[in-house]
């Protein structure tokens, strides 16, 4: 089987490697992937460092081929790439196809980017002195990623990093190196210099931790949990160096009496259980106003039955399987904790056995559940939601809120006020009116509040702010 290798200074090296497991079926190997040490690290830091100075002032019709090159061979290996999403991570194969498409789309987006990059110039507040603002790069840019969008993350941190000159170093998530490996192969074939983007592959706590360590990386962005969240944090403020964090979620997705049923059920199913519920948007806290309430637990475990569990790569699969069996043991886990707090069991709870051996979990509904509970309150990442009953909108507004995170917030309503008011005051980076909490597009910001996430925010031309500095230029005229 071919060993995929990290790209290091324009060069494929690296020789211990482990496998890429399916988790629909884990007698399937995707593929060997190689393991960087901290050497190979350091290595590929100090390439993106020789890099930048040569690369900041490449010229931007340069720039801007190179990504539209990688976007035009994205979409042209939709399908191929697609598969390969869904069989190392397990979300459907739509769903794979779906997200390879966004990543096309933010390289085109940051190849257009770069065609647009300009600066201010301003009268001083002296006379005879004129004043430029401009925009430069970072420096060299460090990019730590999560499994559960493979090639998402990475493009839309990748995009950004270099159509502003900067260079890389990207350490993608041990569950999930293919995509990585191959949007990094499709962006070196498409002419970047070498050292410009360098691929670490392998452990967080020896490849992530020499990132964080090095005095030469000038920036972090990082998408994953709070606890890695915390040590960039730390790590980054030791070398007063730009950092930017997206962490985790425990969004709610609130129904209102006078909500349309059928769009509340399809968003809050949506919202809890697509992806197999592994989305830092999804949302495991439905907050139901008590005079729907029954109506919508009665629609919704009778929508849940509908609901296919299965290979990923399967047609007719609505939910893949857990990423892996350390993830379904903290599902099971989280579920066994619900029944404890006194939750009741609504729908799911169980493995699933497939004709393949795989992590394969019910869609997991628990009703009666208070917003003190572990469940309403920690990140479970699985295909396990909670309804919370509420008195009326107040209620419902001020539970929702009461999380130590802010991501996503969404609410099914048909009344003009309530989702004017929910829009203004729910705590939340993104808001959505009878819509799924998950499912985001790519060219306006992404990102949330308090524990979930931490710095500029990312996507759009907003990406900006992180991926360049300011500089203001006086010259006496
Ligand atoms: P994780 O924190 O375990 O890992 C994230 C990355 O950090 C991986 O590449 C990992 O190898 C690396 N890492 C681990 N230890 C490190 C260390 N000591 N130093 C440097 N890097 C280290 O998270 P995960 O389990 O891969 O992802 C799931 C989490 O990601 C969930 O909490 C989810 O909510 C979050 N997430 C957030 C967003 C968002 O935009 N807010 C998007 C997707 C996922």
Redesign the pocket.
Known sequence: MTLHQNLINGEWAGGDAIPNINPSNTNDVVGQYARATAEDTLSAIAAAKAAFPAWSRSGILERHAILRKTADEITARKDELGRLLSREEGKTLPEGIGETLRAAQVFDFFAGEVLRLAGEVLPSARPNIGIEITREPVGVVGI??????PIA?PAWKIAPALAYGNTVVF?????VPGCSWAIVDILHRAGLPKGVLNLVMG???V???T??DSADVNAIT????????K??AA?SVEHMRKFQL????KNPFVVLDDADLNVAVEAAVNSGFFSTG????ASSRIIVTEGIHDRFVAAMTERLKSVVVDDALKAGTHIGPVVDAS?LKQDEDYIAIGQKEGAKLAFGGERLTRDNPGFYLQPTLFTEATNQMRISRE?I?GPVASVIRVRDYDEALHTANDTPFG?SSGIATTSLKYATHFKRNAEAGMVMVNLPTAGVDFHVP???RKG??YGPR?QGKYAAEFYTILKTAYTLA
Do not use: D, H, Y
């Open positions: 730590i990623t999560p499994w559960n969008f993350i350490k993608p998530a041990e569950l452990k967080g706590s490849v992530g931790q990132i964080l990082f998408t994953g949990s709070v606890g890695t969240g040590r960039v790590a997206e962490m985790g979620g592994q989305r830092c948007t993830q990140e990442f991501l992404f990102g949330g979930s996430s990312e």
